[in-house]
């Protein structure tokens, strides 16, 4: 099974501030990797695909980079509504998913 | 607009199974494979199985082989997810989502709670 980690566990932002995630898998996945953010109470929402895709709708602000083991999630300046949990996800091989990164307000 | 919509909270107690339900609308139910993943409280996300609802074949995470069916019914665009010998660690948020290109989750059910409880 492809591990994927997640760092840091917690990231204590202020708005307008740039926050950058990182999710390495635990063998080469190409560039198979998905985001998602979740919000308390709400289902996960696709935010990146295929390493650094924009899903529909997604803001400029966030951005995806990375392929082979290490990927990188970048939001480059948190609005209020981005404090949230943020989750990888690989398809190389079955799907498996990062234990993800929650945005704090600092 | 592409929706799912799922059935409500279940209680259940150990040992019982649930059956738990998401109907698709505003799309060809039949392009795009549908996927469970299961959140325990306070926890992440973990995927459960898949159905191919052209011909209804099935795939599942080993640690739910067994244990979890998938079905769906082309007449009424529903996939359906039953796990059986509930325990209390089967407590979680159960999602169903709309697969692209295999396993892009682009949208999302609301969540159905079960809650298994003696």
């Known amino acids: 099974e492809i591990v994927l980690t997640q760092s840091p566990g917690i990231l204590s932002l202020s708005p307008g501030e740039r926050a950058t995630l990182s999710c390495r898998a635990s063998?080469?996945?190409?560039?198979?990797l998905a985001w998602y953010q979740q919000r308390p109470g709400q289902a996960p929402r696709l935010l990146i695909y295929?390493?650094?895709n924009r899903a529909t709708g997604i803001p400029a602000r966030f951005s995806g980079s990375g392929s082979g083991t290490d990927f990188t999630l970048t939001i480059s300046s948190l609005e209020p509504e981005d404090f949230a949990v943020y989750y990888c996800?690989?398809?190389?091989?079955?799907?498996?998913f990062g234990p993800g990164t929650r945005v704090d307000f600092k | 607009q592409v929706q799912l919509v799922q059935s409500g909270a279940e209680v259940k107690k150990p040992g019982a199974s649930v059956k738990v339900s998401c109907k698709a609308s505003?799309?060809?139910?039949?392009?795009?494979?549908v996927h469970w993943v299961r959140q325990a409280p306070g926890q992440g996300l973990e995927w459960v199985g898949l159905?191919?609802?052209?011909?209804?074949?099935?795939s599942y995470a080993p640690k739910f082989r067994g244990r979890v069916t998938v079905t769906r019914d082309t007449s009424t665009n529903t996939v359906y997810m039953e796990i059986s010998t509930l325990t209390s660690a089967d407590t979680a948020v159960f999602y169903c989502?709309?697969?692209?290109?295999?396993?892009?989750?682009?949208?999302w059910g609301q969540g159905t709670l079960v809650t298994v409880s003696s």
């Open positions: 159905i191919d609802p052209t011909g209804g074949s099935a």
């Open positions: 295929d390493a650094s």
């Open positions: 505003g799309y060809t139910f039949t392009n795009y494979f």
């Open positions: 989502a709309r697969a692209h290109y295999g396993a892009i989750y682009d949208y």
């Open positions: 996800q690989q398809r190389s091989s079955l799907f498996t």
């Open positions: 063998q080469n996945i190409g560039n198979f």
